[in-house]
T-cell receptor, first 112, second 106 residues
Framework: GAGVSQSPSNKVTEKGKDVELRCDPI?????LYWYRQSLGQGLEFLIY????????KSGLPSDRFSAERTGGSVSTLTIQRTQQEDSAVYLC??????????FGPGTRLTVT | RKEVEQDPGPFNVPEGATVAFNCTYS??????FFWYRQDCRKEPKLLMS???SGNEDGRFTAQLNRASQYISLLIRDSKLSDSATYLC???????FGAGTRLTVKP
């Protein structure tokens, strides 16, 4: 069966531009998570969705970051006015309630 | 204080060694725990769940100590292919530990 997919796999953008990252969770998974991982660092929690609502968005680092989820499925993470420190791998994961999460391959974002 | 804390290592062990990692958690209400493995430049993959009674999967044993609020992962007879970063997570908030880096050497 299909796993979590993310697009694009790589994104190079200029400082100040906006970017959108997409996550397609496993079908039927109601929970969806976004993380950020800088080189050599751990997973930084960004936001959690249960269905279309985001009960925990406490990890979003600034108001330049936003995320939405529609139809209880696809989610997009938007970064406005990108900065060089936004360069990282952005990982998405999905799960059934109370169960283990499965990760997508990530989007590698480079801000030049 | 971070929700989940791990010793970052690195742990460098010879092939065949037994190695153990601990992961402490701060939320006593946490119910479900998992260990993940992350290879270099790859996404994390589930290694095993951690059950209250402890569980074993081949060379890997996971245990939960609620009184002291930590989970552990024991790897017996280490293989070169076990070299990776091992991450723990408490399900209730899905905050991962920073990961423990293991290198198994010939």
């Amino acid at each position: 069966g299909a796993g979590v997919s993310q697009s694009p796999s790589n994104k190079v953008t200029e400082k100040g531009k906006d970017v959108e990252l997409r996550c397609d969770p496993i079908s039927g998974h109601t929970a969806l998570y976004w993380y950020r991982q800088s080189l050599g660092q751990g997973l930084e929690f960004l936001i959690y969705f249960q269905g279309n609502s985001a009960p925990d968005k406490s990890g979003l680092p600034s108001d330049r970051f936003s995320a939405e989820r529609t139809g209880g499925s696809v989610s997009t993470l938007t970064i406005q006015r990108t900065q060089q420190e936004d360069s990282a791998v952005y990982l998405c994961a999905s799960s059934l309630p109370g169960s283990m999460a499965y990760f997508g391959p990530g989007t590698r974002l480079t801000v030049t | 204080r971070k929700e989940v804390e791990q010793d970052p290592g690195p742990f460098n062990v010879p092939e065949g060694a037994t190695v153990a990692f601990n992961c402490t958690y701060s939320n006593s209400a946490s119910q479900s725990f998992f260990w993940y493995r992350q290879d270099c430049r790859k996404e994390p993959k589930l290694l095993m769940s951690v059950y209250s009674s402890g569980n074993e999967d081949g060379r890997f044993t996971a245990q939960l100590n609620r009184a002291s609020q930590y989970i552990s992962l024991l790897i017996r007879d280490s293989k070169l292919s076990d070299s990776a970063t091992y991450l723990c997570v408490a399900y209730n908030d899905m905050r991962f530990g920073a990961g423990t880096r293991l290198t198994v050497k010939p």
